[in-house]
Nanobody, 122 residues
Framework: HVQLVESGGGSVQAGGSLRLSCAAS?????????IAWFRQAPGKEREGIAV????????FVTPSLKDRFTISQDNTKKTVYLQMNFLRPDDTAMYYC??????????????WGQGTQVTVSS
């Protein structure tokens, strides 16, 4: 049973935008206080991007990205979004969503999607 499914990745030129979606199963969404986005580039450690506390609607975006990235949710669709603007080549990575963890501590998250690739060309 797939609990988290990411979509919306792709190839884009620098300066462009993408919106990633993380569709959660009803059980996962309703039982998870937090859903977060992470990314991992080849040879690098997994990096926390943003988290939304689904019951309260509060959000946190890591400071280095908050001017370009926004996290939001649609409760009716049980989906969390990551809007990414002014993309740069160093944003190239596999992007993952995860549920049921603490802040942006990736090792604390129990449920993960399969990831969606984002490639930004210069």
């Amino acid at each position: 049973h797939v609990q988290l499914v990411e979509s919306g990745g792709g190839s884009v030129q620098a300066g462009g935008s993408l919106r990633l979606s993380c569709a959660a199963s009803t059980g996962t969404y309703d039982s998870s206080d937090s859903i977060a986005w992470f990314r991992q580039a080849p040879g690098k450690e997994r990096e926390g991007i943003a988290v939304i506390y689904t019951q309260r609607g509060t959000t946190f975006v890591t400071p280095s990205l908050k001017d370009r990235f926004t996290i939001s949710q649609d409760n009716t669709k049980k989906t969390v979004y990551l809007q990414m603007n002014f993309l740069r080549p160093d944003d190239t990575a596999m992007y993952y969503c995860a549920a049921d963890g603490t802040g942006l501590l990736h090792r604390s998250y129990k449920r993960w999607g399969q990831g969606t690739q984002v490639t930004v060309s210069s």
